[in-house]
């Protein structure tokens, strides 16, 4: 897991570098812990989109959608939990399994080949 450290302002959005784009494999994810102690799920696709979703499954409280095994259910980026196999839209962390249960979708960009995640 990568620890960053950047100051944020009240209300504003951060860009935040977590890591070199290549360091993300293809149709895996890594953890980021950020210095306020959230942890984010940085996911890139087989065609090499970059997707975050907040890394902790709402089912099983574990910190580990990260090692979810990342897919395509109808057309949508997902990712299915490693422990009770949810799967989530990893555009907007909505749970496909159970529509009353969303996680934190974070937006990032890739500039210069590192990918930065963005927090207010």
């Known amino acids: 897991m990568t620890v960053l450290s950047e100051k944020r302002s009240a209300g ?31 996911f890139r696709t087989v065609e090499g989109d970059v997707f975050g979703l907040s890394n902790v499954d709402p089912f099983s409280g574990a910190a580990v959608l990260s090692r979810g095994i990342v ?16 799967n989530f839209d990893l ?11 969303r996680i934190e979708a974070y937006p990032l960009r890739v500039t210069d080949g590192i990918v930065h995640v963005g927090v207010r």
């Not at 890594?30 to 984010?40: E, T």
């Not at 395509?72 to 939990?81: E, F, K, L, N, R």
Request: aromatic residues 4%.
């Open 12 to 42: 504003a959005e951060v860009w935040t570098p977590v890591c070199r784009a290549e360091q993300v494999p293809r149709a895996a994810g890594v953890a980021v812990l950020l210095d306020d102690g959230v942890q984010v799920a940085v």
């Open 71 to 86: 897919g395509d259910v109808g057309g949508v980026p997902v990712v299915a939990s490693p422990v009770y196999k949810q």
């Open 91 to 101: 555009r907007t962390g909505q749970c496909l399994d159970d529509a009353g249960v």
